[in-house]
Structures are given as structure tokens and as C-alpha cells.
Antibody, heavy 128, light 107 residues
Framework: QVQLVQSGAEVKKPGASVKVSCKAS????????MHWVRQAPGQGLEWMGW????????NYAQKFQGRVTMTRDTSISTAYMELSRLRSDDTAVYYC?????????????????????WGQGTLVTVSS | SSELTQDPAVSVALGQTVRITCQGD??????ASWYQQKPGQAPVLVIY???NRPSGIPDRFSGSSSGNTASLTITGAQAEDEADYYC??????????FGGGTKLTVL
């Protein structure tokens, strides 16, 4: 079955960086965009960006540009999200989420995509 | 604008019908997708595209769209439907912002 398994919880100090991994299984890793979404405690979902696992191309939300880097290792079907210069308000659960439509079909339809499945989430705590 | 707007909270009596709405300019061009999130759990896709349900989602969940507004309707709400619901849509820049979320209470 299609599954995304994320790395474990992290505790970081302000100013440090964190790198979260998302290992995919059960499908062709390079055939679907992968997104990253975060959720601060008691807050809503916040989209951070996506990576094209085939080309390595990325698109980041403006809020995170300059601080976030999304990469992938196709040999182990794993996507990564690294956030630098951490602040206390970066404390959140970070999720990876695969698009539910292949890149080819997405380009054909042009008007819809969705996130399914999601990883289990990784809690990142930023505290001095 | 790439923003999506949702009502913060909605309530429904057990067994009744409730509509949760999502407004945004991007919805004129792109379909919304809807996610259910219960406390301590990852979001779960409930509706995508014109009105499609993933396998395992009850048929009391349905979606619709008109102009700049997308709607998620639960017909015959159950106690287990109490959750936070989020809409999402692509915009013309390739971004995928979420709505602020709607907390559904089943009375």
C-alpha cells in the first residue's frame, strides 16, 4: 500500500537547522509531486512548498523562501525538508503529503490536485 | 489573491445536514480538495476534484463548487464527523494555500 513514513521528533535551539525525512513506498516515487505542510500547536494547516521528485524542481511558499530547502534521494525514495534559522514560532508538526494525481495526469487535467496520502507527522520543537 | 477563507466554526445537530464553505479567487479556476483532521491525527482527504470521494469515505460527504466558493456537505452528520475541516486549492502561481479551517461540532 502507498505509505509515507517520516523521521522522528526533533528538539532544536533557535538559530539551528532541522532536516525532516519522508520515505515513500508502494508507488513510483518519481511520478508524483511531494508537498510539505506544517501545523503549529492549536493552529491550522500551512502549506510550505513542493518538490518534483523526478527533476528536483521546487516551489516554495513566499513565507519560507530563503529558509527552506526541499530535496530528494530517488535511490531510496525519500524526500527531505530542511528549515534553517529556526525560531520559536517554527515549533510545529511537519507533514509530507503526496499529490494524489500523477504528474502526467495533473498536466493533462490542469484544474485539480489533492494530497493523499500524508505522512504521520514530525514534531519539531524549537526551544532554548 | 491565493487566500482561502473558511468560517472558523460550524455546528450541526446529529443526523442533520451541514455545509462548510471555502471562498477564494483561485476556486474560479481550480477545484478545491477537503481534509478532515481529528485531534492528534494527520489530515485525511475526504473530497477532491469535482465531487470525488476516496475509498473508505462515507457517501454522506459530498462536494460542490460555484464561482469563487467551494462547499463540503455532510448529509446526516454523525458524531464521528466532529473534527476540523480544511479546504485547499492550487493557485495560478503553483502555490497550494489552505483555508483557515472550520471546527465542526455535532450536537
Amino acid at each position: 500500500q502507498v505509505q509515507l513514513v517520516q523521521s522522528g521528533a526533533e528538539v532544536k535551539k533557535p538559530g539551528a537547522s532541522v532536516k525532516v525525512s519522508c520515505k515513500a513506498s508502494g508507488y513510483t516515487f518519481t511520478g508524483y509531486y511531494m508537498h510539505w505542510v506544517r501545523q503549529a500547536p492549536g493552529q491550522g494547516l500551512e502549506w510550505m512548498g513542493w518538490i518534483n521528485p523526478n527533476s528536483g524542481g521546487t516551489n516554495y511558499a513566499q513565507k519560507f523562501q530563503g529558509r527552506v530547502t526541499m530535496t530528494r534521494d530517488t535511490s531510496i525514495s525519500t524526500a527531505y525538508m530542511e528549515l534553517s534559522r529556526l525560531r520559536s514560532d517554527d515549533t510545529a508538526v511537519y507533514y509530507c503529503a503526496r499529490e494524489g494525481i500523477t504528474m502526467i495526469d495533473r498536466d493533462l487535467t490542469g484544474d485539480q490536485d489533492w494530497f493523499d496520502p500524508w505522512g504521520q507527522g514530525t514534531l519539531v520543537t524549537v526551544s532554548s | 489573491s491565493s487566500e482561502l477563507t473558511q468560517d472558523p466554526a460550524v455546528s450541526v445537530a446529529l443526523g442533520q445536514t451541514v455545509r462548510i464553505t471555502c471562498q477564494g479567487d483561485s476556486l474560479r479556476s481550480y477545484y478545491a480538495s477537503w481534509y478532515q483532521q481529528k485531534p492528534g491525527q494527520a489530515p485525511v482527504l475526504v473530497i477532491y476534484g469535482k465531487n470525488n470521494r476516496p475509498s473508505g469515505i462515507p457517501d454522506r460527504f459530498s462536494g460542490s463548487s460555484s464561482g469563487n466558493t467551494a462547499s463540503l456537505t455532510i448529509t446526516g452528520a454523525q458524531a464521528e464527523d466532529e473534527a476540523d475541516y480544511y479546504c485547499n486549492s492550487r493557485d495560478s502561481s503553483g502555490n497550494h494555500p489552505f483555508g483557515g479551517g472550520t471546527k465542526l461540532t455535532v450536537l
